[in-house]
DNA sequence: GGTGAAACGTGCCGCTG
DNA sequence: CAGCGGCACGTTTCACC
């Protein structure tokens, strides 16, 4: 789908705030509320637009800590781990990469008893290198999936 | 702010669609609009909803691929980096973190020579490693911020 | 829980390329 | 003539009491 100037404006503005009503967002844009609701429906249609989420206070949820994990194992374990990272709440996110490196993890962790034990989870089929995270100077937005919340 | 079992569905259920009605939450959650209404304010005021956001495909806007790059560094230039990411408009993400590495940053990469760019940039104050993700098997949501889409 | 106000979806028409 | 935006209407959803 070809996108243009206006339709950038839109997903910059849902982005910054999706709960925003038709109405508004065409103010901002310079758009009728029907003109609105057609173009937000389009790019919803072609994928564009894949959802809209909340952005979640992790402390508020009880998760004090980040953790980058990286792993590095052999090829004949890659779907082992990616099965058991779809199991693990903690995991938020799993990055397969190149490098020497086979995958790069980030972790919601609760406590040092949490971090072990993620840890050694992560370990059964290969080595890995944690890194705690100490601040985050950019984040340009990142939510994480309600099913996947860490019960606390 | 303290939550419960239903502060938490409403959550989970935000973070699936953030654009739902508040009557079709309390519906899922089994509360009446009113109530729903209620609740959701005090999450935002409580800062444990912190906004909004949609889930937009990075290739639909020219993404085609990501980079996850590693900085080493002395002390001296921490603050410099963190001034250099925020002029990034390809810098998702950033993270200062233990370890031998003092920053792990995502990029969105449009195309060969803007992955060289990038690396030449972020080079200027210490040493880079860059993977490449080839898939991320794991995504709990993120999204972009409006005002950092890459300009195509 | 109920009520006034605001938002949403739809159908129709006019403009423009 | 096809695509897109604006206007007006009925319906739903919201915020406040």
Redesign the interface.
């Known amino acids: ?1 070809e ?1 243009d100037k206006k339709d ?1 404006l839109i ?9 925003q009503s038709l109405a508004a967002l065409g103010k901002r844009i310079g758009l009728s509320q029907p003109a609105m609701s057609e173009r937000v429906r389009k790019l919803e249609d ?12 992790l402390r ?2 009880g998760v004090g800590l ?1 953790a ?1 994990i990286h792993i590095e194992t052999t090829h004949a374990h890659i779907q082992k781990y ?1 099965k058991l ?2 199991t693990m709440p903690e ?9 020497e ?1 086979c995958f ?2 980030r972790c919601a962790i609760a406590d040092p008893a949490d971090l072990e034990r993620v840890v050694d989870t992560l370990a059964a089929h290969g080595s890995v ?21 860490p019960v ?1």
Chains 1, 2 share one sequence.
């Open positions: 789908m996108l950038r997903l910059e503005a849902l982005q910054a705030d999706a709960r072609a994928g564009v637009i894949e959802g809209y989420g909340a952005r979640v206070n508020a949820v980040q980058i990616v990272f779809e995991v938020l996110m799993a990055d397969r990469v190149t490098g490196h790069i993890v290198t944690t890194s705690l995270v100490l601040s985050s100077p950019v984040r340009k937005t990142v939510t994480i999936q309600a099913a996947r919340l606390k």
